[in-house]
């Protein structure tokens, strides 16, 4: 009783919460959820004439075997053939039924993705994402990781790659699941419908911390995204205060920056998240742990102990430098 509580209240919390196939953000989402409808419906009647039909045939049988008469007997088997032709014509009619919604659900996903506006490359790593804004104009490009910001009503063509093992990417509230795989180019459509909150997982199983793979994706006004946008060009900010620069020096000069990146500082590593406005983001580690300085200075001191396994290796550091790196990346909005 008490975890059939607990599943119906997982259940029901799944219904309303930023991961939610049932969601309808996206016009992908919503073109699945109608499909979805109607395979349901379609699929319940049948169900329930097979149990109908089950329930009348036991309940003849019985009768049926109470009295030997020929005359009777006939009358039962053209009544049969009848139900035999009918159900066969049934099941043809619901089967091109379900076809031709899906042909066109097809179409209107194919439709939606025709002219996008906006143009992104995920890489899928374990266990992060690498997010990059293409843009034709080289000085309009970006980069960042583990988040995704989108403008409502503009449909994007996102480019998928992996760096190491099979991901897929999925935001259930917007679209169905891609994979991402190594030495090939995969790619999805996006067009949400409706600005909000939403949380992106890898959707394949690629290694202990799969789970702890997630994406940060934000709906929102055009304005709002060109903000956004325009924010995260702008290269990483400066120091502010001694402790700051001594923050800025260890990351930039010692063992962070040879896999991180910071645009405008020596910074330059290219196997790990980008961190140029990494405090701008909502969470760490890839949606491990919400962004604030009390998981900030428990990711930074022990990362393996966070997220056991991932590829960040816990690096041993003085008190002194572990509050002046948690200062300066905290900075980094
Ligand atoms: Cu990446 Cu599961």
Redesign the pocket.
Known sequence: MRRGGSLLSLFLASCTGVQNVLGGQGAEDTNFIRLFTVFMVVCTVMYLIVVAALVIAVWRKRTAALSVDDRKHHETSTAARRALVAWTALITVGLVGLTIASFFTDRSNAANGSRPQLSLTVT????WWDVEYNSPDASRTLRTANEIHLPVGVPAQVTLKSND????FWIPNLAGKQD?IPGRVTDAQLLPNKMGLFRG???????V???Q?ALDVTVESKTDFDRWYAAQLEPARSPTNPLQLAGYRYVTTRECGSCHAIAGTPAGGQVAPDLTHFASRRSIAAGALPMNRGNLYGWVADPQSQKPGNHMPTVGLASNDLHAIVAYLEALK
Not at 165 to 168: A, N
Not at 201 to 207: I, V
């Open positions: 899928a790593n374990q266990w093992v099979i991901h897929s991402l997982q890898c959707a394949e199983f690629c290694g911390q799969h789970a793979m």
